[in-house]
């Protein structure tokens, strides 16, 4: 589940460098070593051998942090090589099973399928910014509670997408089994259920995950 | 992924103009479809330019009753608006059949319609596919094509477009605005704006390199009982096997959009005039000419059943 980053950096002849980089001339090489990630900056081949970085800076769970890194780092990557934030989790990093799943600028998202770069000034939430041990997260105690998982993989991303459904439901935010696309949405089983869809637990443990949601639903409505 | 360098663009023009500049560049916004595309290198570009700084994520009326939905509103947002719920139903429930609920926050109108095929064959590097890299040949024709299109299809290519929401689009009879490098901007039709196969598969769209999808434009609304109709092999959180959108008046007059059965959202305007007769007469229009595989011609009674199904959930 480790990132891959180091193997990419290794083949990472340029399918354009050297043709492109005779276009580009000597001043441009000196500019495409600095950070191409600036507003508005004319793009240059970077030269080959070395790997196009830009500057970002984001907030994680309230704390402050300027990052240089590989353009091709996802948002997933930086949390968890560049931050050592390793509770959100790496599961098929192609958008299919939610583990990555985090809360950017109030929303869930994928983080596997979006650039770090992508997020200047952005708020990130994760599962460690949600509550920790002594302090959980609501949510995070009802999965306790409710027995809503097995081996735990998924539920970083469970938890963290849980949160944004009661939120989108809080917003009114229909869904495909809404019956009524004009009314307020449900909190019924077959809303939560559909809601939850982009989440995979290979364990099994959906029927506990949507008793520790409801119940978290219930106490707030 | 392969290496490549990164700008948040501007304005519109900046952007496309960008592009133009790089032959190997791409706008990226949600980055659902490209990122997942370059990290298998099915896509690789070497010059990213980030469109989400551009202020293109407004619903606004337009001045003939219609709406003009900015090219980055999130299909979340395009989905619970107010008036897109009210007015346009097909269009929210198309949206909220796809997808997830983390893909729906990211993912933006213009990417949307752009979205490439999930054909099997398109994804596999070790197979070939005329649209991933055109003369090799198609890997579906011969192999295994539950997924794949029923009509329109050509002997270089039978994929589907996977996007549902580009069905409602069409059935609503949507524009989509555009900008190139020099600042002009014009308007191509849904209908004319994604492509058949033919012998060049690799392209999808009317749109050229350089230019900028700005906005969908819906006209003003069609009224009639609207309905999106998903067929899939899960209850959720997959591609459509077959859709059918269609809205109908109180006559049983309409207009019917088909997904999942060609390379683009399928539309047939004697299917349209044939709806008041009912689904077989309508379905028999929407495929003439149809050439499905064994693996896939259960699509052909399953459209007609569908469409059905709609009909009389549109007249209760």
Redesign the interface.
């Known amino acids: 589940m480790d990132s891959d980053m180091e193997t990419?950096k290794i083949t990472?002849d340029?399918?354009?460098s050297r043709r492109?980089l005779l276009k580009v001339g000597a001043a441009s090489v000196a500019t495409?070593t600095a950070s191409?990630?600036?507003?508005?900056?004319?793009?240059?081949?970077?030269p080959a051998g070395t790997?196009?970085s830009?500057k970002v800076s984001f907030e994680v769970n309230g704390q402050a942090h300027a990052l240089d890194v590989?353009?091709?780092t996802?948002l997933l990557d930086a949390l968890r090589e560049h931050l050592h934030l390793t509770g959100t989790k790496k599961g098929c990093?192609?958008?299919q099973c939610?583990a990555c799943?985090v809360i950017v600028d109030g929303?869930?998202?994928?983080s596997c399928?979006?650039?770090a770069?992508?997020h200047?000034g952005a708020t990130v939430t994760t599962v460690e910014g949600l509550g920790a041990p002594g302090r959980l997260h609501p949510m995070q105690a009802a999965f306790v509670k409710h027995d809503g998982y097995q081996c735990g993989y998924c539920t970083p991303g469970q938890i963290c997408?849980a949160v944004?459904?009661l939120d989108?439901v809080r917003?009114?935010?229909?869904?495909?089994v809404?019956a009524d696309?004009?009314a307020r949405p449900l909190l019924s089983a077959e809303e939560l259920?559909?809601?939850?869809?982009?989440?995979i637990c290979r364990c099994g443990a959906y029927s506990n995950i949507v008793d520790a949601i409801t119940e978290v639903a219930g106490s707030r409505t | 992924m392969k290496p490549f360098t990164y700008e948040r663009a501007r304005t519109p023009a900046d952007a496309a103009a960008s592009v133009a500049r790089n032959p190997n560049a791409k706008f990226i916004a949600g980055g659902t479809n490209l990122l997942d595309l370059m990290k298998l290198q099915i896509e690789a570009p070497v010059h990213l330019v980030d469109v989400n700084g551009l202020a293109l994520d407004k619903i606004e009326p337009t001045t003939d009753g219609g709406l003009r939905i900015g090219a980055l509103v999130r299909n979340t947002d395009l989905a619970a608006d107010d008036r897109v719920r009210r007015d346009y139903g097909v269009l929210s429930r198309a949206l909220l059949a796809g997808a997830s609920g983390q893909l729906r926050n990211k993912a933006t109108t213009a990417g949307n319609l752009l979205q490439r095929t999930r054909c099997a064959y398109f994804y596999d590097t070790d197979q070939p596919c005329n649209k991933r890299q055109p003369g090799s040949g198609c890997g579906a024709l011969q192999g295994i094509s539950r997924q794949h299109a029923v009509v329109g299809s050509s002997s270089a290519c039978i994929a589907t477009h996977p996007s549902d929401m580009a069905i409602a689009m069409r059935v609503l009879d949507a524009n989509v605005e555009t900008v190139k490098p020099d600042g002009h901007t014009r308007v191509i039709p849904i209908a004319d704006f994604h492509r058949l196969p033919g012998d060049t598969p690799q392209i999808e769209t009317a749109l050229e390199r350089d230019e900028l999808i700005t906005a969908v434009t819906l006209p003003r609304p069609a009224g009639g009982t609207q309905v999106y109709r998903k067929v899939r092999d899960r209850a959720s959180y997959a591609f459509a096997l077959i859709s059918v959108a269609a809205i109908v008046q109180r006559d049983g007059s309409g207009k019917v959009a088909v997904g999942g059965v060609a390379h683009k959202p399928w539309r047939v305007e004697a299917a349209d005039a044939a709806l008041p007769q009912g689904a077989k007469a309508a379905a028999a229009r929407l495929l003439a000419g149809a050439q499905p595989t064994p693996h896939n011609a259960f699509k052909l009674p399953l459209v007609e059943r569908t469409l059905g199904a709609v009909l009389i959930q549109a007249k209760a």
């Open positions: 990419e990472c340029l399918a354009m492109d495409a191409a990630g600036s507003m508005g900056q004319t793009a240059v081949p970077p790997v196009p830009a590989d353009t091709r996802t990093d192609h958008g939610g799943t929303r869930r998202i994928n399928l979006t650039l770069v992508m200047e997408s944004g459904v989108e917003r009114g935010i229909p869904s495909h809404s696309l004009t259920r559909e809601r939850m869809s982009g989440n």
